[in-house]
């Protein structure tokens, strides 16, 4: 008999239908890909389709048991991309629905520990992602942020920005992986860009787009940064440990070699 792997949408109720499919048709997959995931020539392939009311019985059925520390657990992991991590929370669920209790503490067990090690990291990035993201205004007023962590973290520090930034327009744009939030005012809505018109490897907004009088604000506050530094107490290695340098093409300060 031919070993299983599933593939599905890469979305978060996506694998959650995923492990209801395993445990209602019986499965032990070999892997869990999404779209554009690798898949064993070996194994059959079971397309599975997203159901929101399906996924909605497990996350219910995890926060029963698990409460809510398991819950944000086994998101964050899934919001790391970690490879095979799909598979890693199925193994989790079945290990808290088999103990029917919480699980989160037992670090002797390689799957569990791992969780917890990706919810701790991806946490970390999103920290890092609300110090550093700076904002570039647009010729329309609009405040674009760009920025490309190491995990998909956009979806943890939204709701920061739509309660700190209530009165404002702004575009927050992951560009590793090409989509963003836009808040106008009154909701938050997914977008992709397609034609952007802003540069990518830099986040910077294109000449005509941006707004004129905030290239002024930009140069002075490098002027300020260069001028409160003390070169003598320059520490590149201690910089990156507080600042990781995948930030620095998008930070103001760093911008035009300061």
Same mark, same amino acid.
């Given at each position: 008999? @031919?070993?299983?792997?599933? /593939?599905?949408?890469? !979305?978060f109720q996506g694998l959650l239908t995923c492990i209801f499919s395993a445990f209602d048709r019986k499965d032990n997959p070999i892997k869990i890909v999404g779209p554009n995931g690798q898949l064993d020539l070996f194994a059959e392939t079971v397309d599975i389709i997203t159901n929101d009311l399906l996924a909605e019985r497990v996350w219910n059925g995890i926060e029963r048991i698990g409460g809510t520390t398991?819950? &944000? #657990?086994? %998101? #964050?992991?899934?919001? !790391?991309? #970690? $490879?095979g991590v799909e598979i890693q929370i199925l193994l989790y669920c079945r290990l808290l629905f088999e103990k029917k209790a919480p699980i989160f503490s037992d670090l002797g067990n390689a799957t569990i520990l791992l969780i917890h090690k990706l919810d701790r990291k991806v946490l970390k990035e999103a920290h890092r992602v609300l110090m550093f993201i700076r904002f570039e205004q647009a010729a329309d007023g609009t405040f674009f942020g760009p920025f490309? *962590?190491?995990y998909d973290v956009i979806p943890l520090v939204i709701n920061?920005?739509?309660e700190r930034f209530a009165s404002q327009l702004w575009l927050i744009y992951d560009t590793k992986r090409d989509y963003g939030f836009?808040?106008?005012?009154?909701?938050? $809505? /997914?977008?992709s860009v397609s034609n952007p018109n802003f540069i990518r490897e830099s986040g910077n907004l294109k000449t005509g787009i941006a707004d004129?009088?905030? &290239?002024?604000?930009? $140069?002075?506050? /490098?002027? %300020?940064f260069k001028n409160i530094a003390i070169a003598e107490r320059k520490n590149l290695?201690?910089?990156? &440990?507080?600042? *990781?340098? /995948?930030?620095? @093409? %998008?930070?103001? $300060?760093?911008k035009g070699g300061v």
């Open positions: 008999m @031919k070993p299983v792997q599933y /593939r599905f949408d890469g !979305s398991t819950c &944000n #657990h086994l %998101y #964050h992991a899934y919001l !790391s991309m #970690h $490879e490309a *962590p190491k920061h920005f739509k836009f808040f106008d005012g009154k909701k938050v $809505e /997914r977008v004129t009088t905030d &290239n002024d604000w930009q $140069e002075l506050w /490098r002027t %300020y290695v201690v910089q990156q &440990n507080f600042m *990781p340098k /995948r930030f620095w @093409k %998008y930070l103001t $300060e760093k």
